[in-house]
């Protein structure tokens, strides 16, 4: 009796889930982790953005990373330095001549084991020219691009915008599709974002006719100030913290009610930014964010730890957007807008009211030829039916999976296979009744008997869904989504459900039974 109970008080939960998407003004009487279903960008409408990824800024951040590596390596002190001179970078490629030709092989040498095999490197005398592979520079942009969709995503998801579309598309661009979001502008202004930040201290050395030629000498330049653009800061290039480190960044207020943005870093960016603020107490450091200073505090005290706390006139808005930028990570390379588009929901519109029409005309259908073939249990399975109808679209919303045209496909698929698993327990129970049994021992033998059946065929189903939903991207997750819900609950509804219904209607007696006959009946 227990377990009839659990059974039919789950059924009468997931109906309840999906109240508030079948009635709208449903939602202020239910909690609100229970909503209606999530449309998706073919139903509802929104806006999709098509993104570049800018590899040429990429491959020359790369190129300045390969032309300090070859310097490193060739002036180690631990193994020995190697002269050499006229050291350039042209073209992403880096080029040097070694002082003693007798020293080139073991520049060679030198110069693959600390740089890596996806360095070319080219020896014409004593000239060395080292140049990023093809193979190496495609495995940059496939990274880059991967990378990037995981910060997009990251920097979407921190806004609350609700099951956005994000892929690849033609090898070096990102299709993002936003459901529901009518004005995309500020989603633009975090995802173009490079978000790379860098600690840097201030070279406080330069003098005003200096600043004023704006001529930088080696290993300073010139940053402007984000809050005032015409005031420029001179830092030092060396990079003393990169963001890379950081591991947290929230929105916060300071001591005197401020918004400011909080960071915390690794373990070994806190050692660097301990050492830091160790090392140059009385010293003012710049905060970079994409070429341009957030602030340039002096530093009053050692700041061990790992936490630090940036502060740069910033709204309570800007200093949200700045720390979900943090958070999520700088993108490798910089994104570009090349296609914007915002679609209306109507004909999303249009193609709902199509769909609960031909669902409606399917099901009516159904239901008919259910009870004209098998009268009573014809009823039982049309109850179980409209049950797994609703508990689709109510777990679907719990989820908070979106339904997509596709989506909508997967529930007539499952909606078909749940009234195909009532029809093999059904015929089993006749075949039963067919061979003389009784009406209550046919049915409990009708129901055992197919429940493999009917479990083989379900999970072969589901095993095909979820490899749908790892592999496949956009529409065929949706499609993937639906289906693989509706392979459940069919499961629980077919089987379960009906079982106790039948069970229900049996009382544990013989009963008559409409829609067969003894065999040896006239």
């Known amino acids: 009796m227990f377990k009839k109970l659990a059974i039919i008080l789950v059924a009468v939960i ?90 080139v092989s073991k520049a060679r040498g030198r110069l693959r084991s600390e740089l890596g095999g996806g360095v070319d490197i080219d020896i014409k005398g004593d000239t060395i020219t080292l140049s990023y592979s093809e193979a190496q520079r495609a495995e940059m942009v496939g990274d880059a691009l991967s990378r990037s969709i995981e910060i997009v995503r990251r920097r979407i998801d921190a806004l609350g915008t609700k099951e956005p579309s994000i892929q690849t598309q033609g090898g070096r661009y990102i299709l993002v599709q936003l459901p529901g979001v009518d004005n995309p502008e500020r989603i633009k202004e975090l995802i173009g974002q490079t978000a790379k930040m860098t600690f840097h201290l201030v070279n406080e050395n330069i003098s005003s006719e200096q600043m004023a030629s704006g001529r930088a000498p080696s290993g300073t330049e010139f940053l402007p100030l984000m809050e005032n653009p015409s005031q420029i800061v001179p830092v030092y290039t060396h990079v003393e913290v990169s963001g890379e480190s950081l591991t947290d960044s929230q929105a916060d207020f300071s001591q005197n009610n401020m918004p400011v943005v909080t960071t915390v870093f690794d373990s070994s960016g806190a050692r660097r930014f301990a050492r830091l603020t160790t090392e140059h107490v009385g010293e003012r450091f ?185 592999f496949g991207a956009g529409p065929i997750r949706g499609f993937a989504v639906t289906l693989s819900i509706g392979v459940i609950t069919t499961l629980f509804t077919c089987v379960a459900l009906s079982r106790v219904m039948v069970d229900i209607y049996m009382s544990g007696k013989n009963k008559k039974i409409g829609f067969a006959k003894p065999k040896n009946s006239i």
């Open 14 to 103: 997931g109906v309840l889930l999906a109240v508030p998407t079948m009635w709208s003004g449903a939602a202020r009487y239910f909690p609100s982790w229970i909503g209606p279903i999530s449309l998706g960008l073919d139903l509802k409408g929104g806006a999709q953005l098509l993104l570049e990824v800018d590899t040429d800024v990429m491959f020359r951040e790369k190129s300045l990373q390969l032309y300090d590596g070859a310097r490193n390596a060739l002036i180690n002190r631990d193994k020995g330095v190697i002269r050499f001179s006229d050291l350039r970078n042209a073209d992403g490629k880096i080029s040097m001549v070694v002082r003693d030709a007798a020293d």
């Open 286 to 470: 710049a905060i970079v964010l994409d070429g341009k200073v957030l602030s340039a505090p002096t530093i009053r005290e050692p700041i061990p730890g790992g936490r630090g706390q940036i502060s740069g006139g910033f709204t309570l808005q800007g200093a949200k957007d700045l720390a979900v930028l943090l958070r999520s990570g700088a993108l490798p390379a910089p994104l570009r807008v090349i296609e914007e588009r915002t679609v209306g929901a109507g004909l999303g519109a249009d193609t709902i009211q199509a769909g609960k029409l031909g669902s409606a005309i399917g099901v009516l259908f159904v239901i008919v030829f259910m009870l004209l073939v098998y009268g009573l249990f014809g009823a039982i399975a049309n109850v179980a039916l409209l049950v797994n109808l609703a508990m689709i679209v109510g777990v679907t919303a719990l989820f908070g999976a979106t339904l997509t045209l596709p989506g909508i496909a997967g529930i007539a698929l499952t909606l078909g296979m749940a009234v195909d698993a009532n029809v093999l327990q059904f015929e089993r129970i006749r075949d039963e009744i067919r061979t003389g049994s009784n009406t209550l021992r046919a049915v409990d033998a009708g129901f055992d008997r197919a429940f493999k059946t009917v479990i083989d065929a379900n999970l072969t189903t589901l095993i095909c869904s979820l490899v749908l939903f790892q």
